[in-house]
């Protein structure tokens, strides 16, 4: 008897210590240990609210143009009710007819571009992905995911998946009012689009965040890692859709965006980690360098290029991790229609250093550059930084940190000094 109590508490000793780590980082990722009554706030020096950005999940920074852009569902209640990317499916006979975004990162105005050619009644837009040839800066073709729902799906086929997700292509003339839709994208292998990756006009990556839609499977996804899903490689001719599986070993990969020289950034969601990849440029696989860690989802990475390192001779340039914090709540805070219910927002920023190889040096610590309650800034999904010029700024080296929520009723930029706070 002795001798199994021993040998019991031996094993349920290794079991703990086998354990803990894992389980307080799965604990501290979903937000219990993070309660909202002590929640912390950090801004920057000055908070501006960017009006008519009402549910925009993703962002971009089209350098050029010196232009943001982004997609947004445009009305709370809708984004509420339908939106898969959330695994909400309540509502799908109320779809969003969003629309795409140009922001002015100078003068914080935004422009709703009027959508030519594009007769659909749904447009719930998730993540976009931007592409300008080197030759011609002024044509951006933007890849917008967009989850329209099932026509297929009724009470007499409820075998038919809720959701015909699929990726539009537009093109915009720079400084223009519209963009002209090109095309839908369908294929069997875009599921369940989350995130995309333009390579040129006619190949992206995308990202299926889960193989299930919805329900208790979902969620014992979104915990497990278990890798059910995948990364897929997708290229279009004048008639032809043709994808490949590119990578299906990240369980929950999510975010897609670009690091320097090539370098793709993946964001793990509820592993919390980002992952640096390559393409390889025979078989259209990727290929995974190595990761970071941060204590939270991530969701849409960015990577800040910083274009003032000559003026003092530093290099701010480096990744923004954003995250919902709690986690625990999101699926039923998600879906207040009045879009009250709190989602608190976290974003990281690691330096450039964490995308080399491991084992080079330099400092690759995470930071904590934002952090609200859900109150300024409800539920962060992308955070990109646009530096503001030092000379125009008496010699400050300071940028704009612009964040968006996917069910945030605006998007904020928040003023950010540099040397303090990346
Ligand atoms: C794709 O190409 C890379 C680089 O040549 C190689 O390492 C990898 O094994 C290939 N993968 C497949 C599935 O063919």
Redesign the pocket.
């Given at each position: 008897m002795a001798v199994f109590l021993y040998l019991t508490t031996i094993v349920v000793g290794i079991l703990s210590a086998l354990l803990y780590t894992p389980l307080k980082r799965q604990a501290t990722i979903i937000g219990l240990l993070r309660p909202l009554n002590s929640w912390e706030n950090i801004h920057g020096i000055e908070n501006r609210v960017i009006r008519d950005t009402v549910a925009c999940e993703d962002l971009h920074y089209h350098e050029p143009s010196d232009m943001l852009y982004s997609a947004c569902m445009g009305d709370m209640e809708k984004a509420a009710g339908w939106f898969p990317g959330s695994g909400t499916l309540d509502h799908p006979e109320n779809p969003s007819l969003g629309t795409l975004v140009v922001i002015d990162p100078k003068t914080m105005k935004t422009k709703k571009l009027s959508l030519e050619n594009f007769p659909a009644t749904a447009f719930v837009t998730h993540g976009i992905s931007i592409y300008s040839h080197p030759s011609d800066h002024n044509t951006v073709f933007i890849f917008a995911v967009n989850h329209h729902p099932n026509p297929l799906q009724t009470s007499a086929s409820p075998e038919q998946p809720k959701a015909a997700s699929r990726i539009e292509l537009f093109t915009h003339a720079v400084g223009s009012d519209t963009a002209t839709h090109l095309r839908s994208i369908s294929h069997p292998l875009i599921r369940t689009p989350n995130d995309l990756l333009a390579l040129s006009e006619k190949e992206f990556l995308v990202t299926n965040c889960h193989h299930y839609r919805d329900g208790l499977m979902r969620l014992v996804e979104d915990i497990s890692h278990i890798p059910w899903t995948d990364l897929v490689h997708v290229s279009i001719d004048d008639h032809d859709v043709t994808a490949t599986v590119s990578l299906n070993s990240i369980g929950t990969n999510n975010g897609l965006g670009w690091g320097p020289n090539g370098q793709i950034l993946i964001g793990d969601a509820t592993g919390g980690n980002l992952y640096f990849a390559g393409l390889?440029a025979?078989?259209k696989?990727v290929?995974i360098s190595h990761h970071v860690p941060v204590d939270s989802v991530v969701d849409n990475p960015s990577f800040f290029s910083d274009p003032y390192s000559q003026f003092d001779g530093k290099d701010y340039s480096g990744y923004l991790l954003p995250g919902i914090g709690r986690p625990i709540d999101f699926g039923t805070n998600y879906k207040d229609p009045t879009g009250q219910a709190p989602i608190p927002s976290i974003v990281w920023y690691v330096p450039v250093n964490a995308g080399r190889k491991e084992g080079e040096g330099g400092d690759k610590q995470a930071r904590l550059v934002f952090s609200d309650d859900g109150s300024s800034l409800r539920g962060v999904t992308t955070a990109v930084i646009v530096a503001i010029d030092p000379a125009t700024n008496d010699g400050k080296r300071e940028g704009w940190l612009f964040l968006t929520g996917v069910v945030a009723p605006n998007m904020l930029a928040t003023k950010i000094d540099f040397a303090t706070t990346l």
């Open positions: 390889e025979e078989n696989t290929s």
